[in-house]
């Protein structure tokens, strides 16, 4: 029995700290080359936050309007949006706008909303749209999130 309670505590322990899925690009034309993309914890705990860390370089300050576009595929349909201002975000991350080009790396936190499907594989892309239009960067992974103590 002893050996079945350690068993089940350390499996529930690799979960906790299992690594962010590896990202991928989704953008054409990105104002922005990836060089990492992470998202802690992993994985995700709904209705907590999760902060991203982005690191790379930019064509283009991030300013005006940007936005943040977060949405969920299971099966290919539609099953997790979120939508925010990315200068909000930023700025509450210490990271205000207009962000300059010469920033390499930043970690801004925003919260899974409850109605985010728990222990399934989502197709997640994070999109972020500058004020002028342009996308800044476009990350696709599949994910999972759960709900968490």
């Not at 940007?66 to 979120?82: C, N, S």
């Not at 390499?104 to 919260?111: D, E, K, M, Y």
């Not at 499907?117 to 972020?128: D, H, Q, R, S």
Request: aromatic share 6%; proline share 8%.
């Amino acid at each position: 029995m002893k050996f079945i309670a350690a068993f089940i505590a350390l499996v529930a322990a690799s979960v906790v700290n299992a690594q962010s899925p590896a990202f991928t690009n989704c953008a054409a034309a990105p104002q922005m080359t990836v060089t990492g993309f992470t998202l802690t914890p992993y994985p995700l705990c709904i209705n907590k936050n999760v902060c991203a860390t982005v690191t790379g370089t930019t064509t283009t300050p991030i300013a005006g309007d940007a936005t943040l576009a977060v949405t969920g595929r299971y099966l290919g349909r539609l099953v997790y949006t979120d939508n925010q201002n990315l200068c909000t975000v930023l700025g509450a991350s210490g990271h205000p706008c207009p962000v300059p080009t010469t920033v390499t790396q930043v970690t801004a936190c925003i919260l899974v909303k409850p109605n985010a499907p728990p222990n399934i594989g989502v197709a997640l892309t994070i999109t972020a749209t500058n004020g002028d239009g342009g996308i800044i960067f476009c990350q696709t992974a599949t994910v999972t999130a759960v709900t968490c103590p």
